[in-house]
């Protein structure tokens, strides 16, 4: 039975409980697992008729209900990134007219511009309408259902309107309780997963992790880092001793036909620390060019230019592009360089790749 | 225009080539890329007619006639290897009946018997017959025909006969010269891919590289590693500095539905240098367990008993499995642990891979 936690007790070790009456649950150890909220703007119409988060199964579910029952034929989606392209494109390949509003200049914020355009061609090819650059103002319902978007340029209209504007650290309770965040905004914690509070521990998307890279406070908020922040937390709160020792923002999407991946840092993090770089990016294919099914795949990579360490990488190609990430994560986690990554013997067939793995290929450019 | 060269005078800094006329050509600086020949045991009947290589291009268009003209009903394949067992597929996608001889205990003998025998299930599954610990003794022919493989224990009928026996440097020309091979019996080459030999380079199937794990000679013959060596030893020739490293016996292979990969060290080349070591061996899945296309994979991690330090991995899984082995390429590369790989922060997304990547799993039963 899941019962909401409304108060964190930290001198009297209790949680204060709330089911069918409020009581005080007695704690030795106390582990913090609240996840993270979706943003949502304080913008006119948010809340009405026709407007859907895609954070929740159960939101999941009235949308898939709402969809199957009123059979709305324009859908407009707020927000260009992981969810709101997985929903643009869902919502296409139920033959809706789909609009997808941004305020950045590109989809997909994690990849760099010149390949964030990659994504966004894809999604203009299946019919997407893209409109970048615009903030939402408001959204306008009629009849008890949504009506149109208001941007900053035009009103589109809207039968049904999914806002996916990412989210941040829920940390309601762990403020109540005066425990400190980080400058990330999220909750503090040591690599046992450890609060700066005694006895209280915290994990998953409401805390702040450290970037391997940039060895600075970074929070995301991913399944993945989740689950093995868990596994860490659980482990100590069980007695054992374990660490995590932090991410290099690793990701991975599919994006109509694309496989989008990425790690490390990007450009725009890179100038933001004030690190020199210089980038390198090839296209090449997922497979030898003469094997069915080989198709694109666009490499970059990052590197510091006074030590050549690789600090990023960024994959967007057709299926098989993805997983070849791994490499670059482990590759900018490690502190290699471009002749590292050369040297490296990658696996090699015809149906896997041509001879040189494409991210061989990007390390190739680089050190010329 | 294609000459071969019959001879290597090293004084003279001349090679003897043979075109229309014998002739001698000066050189200043010489590279031997004289490649590998096929293994050919000296048995009865090998030169006959309906045996077939599968080395050379012309060799495999001449198998090819052959099918397509004489439309021949049962195949037998002898050799295990990769080449042994794509012809194997092949012949059966054609609709022949095959047998598959090899001497060996398991087919795919640079994986371990506990990996091989899933390649061995998967040969069964589309109808090959294996053969093993079956010698070949002799190949029977009848009228300019092929007739029968004669193995230790049996007769096989065969229509068609392809040897997938492996194949050893061509070092002819080199021993000529007294040019020193190595103890693989392969051209000894320096980093720079230079023979003993002043001004004599030597590149590919031909010389003896270095494996990075057991950090011994080793000899491999694959198209990645001599097109890596071939760059070197050109940048080398061409008057600039580029060292080879090595190889880490990386392998991959697609054979019937499953996609097989190695890297490191095996079993049984661990026994042979005396190594002590444990491993573990996991089952999970391509991707999410509810997303399409979601298949079984199948990844066995060796590691050094002492320091705990990865020195090879096998992966044998269908669709998505076989481009995982390159992050334990890096793995036994670098010298990471167990516990390096479950920090490592992978790529994670139903279509790509379950929370924890089959490699990480793998390694988190290692370290129980």
Redesign the interface.
């Known amino acids: 039975v899941l019962h909401e936690v409304t108060e964190i007790d930290r001198g009297g070790q209790r949680v204060r409980v709330r089911s069918d009456e409020e009581r005080w649950e007695p704690f030795d150890e106390l582990l913090i697992a609240t996840g993270a909220l979706p943003l949502r703007p304080d913008l006119p119409g948010l809340d009405g008729p026709g407007v859907y988060g895609a954070h929740t199964l159960s939101e999941a579910g009235e949308l898939f209900e709402a969809l199957e029952r009123d059979r709305p034929s324009r859908a407009v989606v707020v927000g260009g990134g992981y969810i709101g392209l997985e929903m643009a494109e869902a919502f296409r390949r139920r033959g809706l007219h789909v609009s997808l509003v941004d305020q950045a200049r590109q989809v997909m914020g994690t990849l760099d511009p010149d390949m964030g355009v990659l994504v966004a061609d894809a999604l203009e090819r299946i019919g997407v309408e893209l409109y970048l650059e615009e903030g939402l103002k408001a959204v306008e319902s009629e009849g008890g259902r949504a009506r149109a978007v208001i941007t900053g340029n035009r009103t589109l209209a809207a039968d049904v309107v999914v806002l996916g504007l990412g989210v941040r650290p829920n940390v309601a309770l762990a403020e109540g309780a005066k425990i400190p965040l980080g400058e990330s905004g999220a909750i503090s914690v040591d690599e046992r997963m450890r609060t700066e509070a005694e006895g209280i521990w915290a994990a998953g998307d409401c805390v702040e992790t450290f970037h ?1 890279v940039s060895r600075k406070p970074f929070h995301v908020a ?4 989740a ?1 093995r922040q868990g596994r860490v937390a659980g482990i100590n709160l069980g007695g054992g001793a374990a660490t995590f ?10 994006i109509c036909e694309l ?1 989008v ?1 990425r ?1 490390g840092l990007q450009e725009k993090e890179l100038r933001e620390l004030g690190w020199e770089f210089e980038t390198a990016r090839i296209e090449s294919r997922t497979r030898a060019h003469y094997f069915p099914g080989s198709g694109k795949i666009t490499v970059k990579i990052l590197w510091e230019k006074r030590s050549g360490r690789l600090v990023g990488g960024q994959i967007v190609g057709v299926e ?1 592009a ?6 670059l ?3 900018v ?2 502190g290699l360089t471009a002749q590292d990554l050369v ?7 015809p ?3 041509p ?3 494409p991210v061989q290929t990007a390390a190739r450019t680089a050190l010329r």
């Open positions: 391997r991913l399944g993945t880092v689950n020792p932090g991410v290099v923002g690793t990701a991975v999407s599919k496989e991946a790690t098989g993805a997983k070849r990430i791994d490499v994560a482990l590759a986690t490690l040297d490296m013997d990658l696996s090699y067939a149906p896997f790749s001879v040189w793995d």
